[in-house]
């Protein structure tokens, strides 16, 4: 009995295929850095503009599907200035579906898969102010004197 051999496109589709799903693979297993919040450098000073030395910043930051919160509280330098790294971690695409998939089968509609982060701004003897995901956020922030 002759066998006949599978035709030439029918093997390059194959092969395509094969390759095809070994790259999908590498890329959902392979870890990477995944920035959460990026960096972030700001000078807070008073209404008319002299520096807040020593007010506090707290950062909180999140991603959802991953399950993850971790915060930093810094204070300013002597001329105002504060620089937030950037925050990372390092995951594969696999673990951020899996996440998600999760969060959303636990939660619903209601479920938050994204990142996110916050930025507290507070000095003695003026109003706080409170920044979320950088909206608003500038180069200078200024702080008002309570009443």
């Known amino acids: 009995m002759i066998t006949k051999r599978p035709p030439k496109e029918h093997i390059k589709k194959t092969m395509y295929l094969f390759f095809s799903l070994v790259l999908l693979l590498l890329i959902i297993f392979w870890p990477f850095d995944y920035t959460i919040s990026p960096e972030r450098r700001f ?7 002299r520096p807040i030395p020593g007010a506090i910043i707290k950062q909180i930051w999140d991603q959802y599907a991953l399950r993850l919160t971790e915060e930093e509280q810094l204070k300013t330098s002597g001329d105002g200035l504060v620089l937030l790294p950037r925050r990372t971690i390092k995951t594969r695409w696999i673990d951020l579906m899996a996440g998600a998939v999760t969060k959303i089968v636990e939660y619903k509609i209601h479920a938050s898969i994204c990142s996110s982060d ?22 200078i922030v200024v702080l008002n004197r309570q009443k």
């Open 43 to 49: 000078k807070v000073v008073d209404e008319i503009g």
């Open 118 to 139: 916050s930025i507290f701004i507070d000095a003695f003897g003026y109003e706080p102010k409170w920044f979320f995901d950088g909206e608003g956020l500038g180069q």
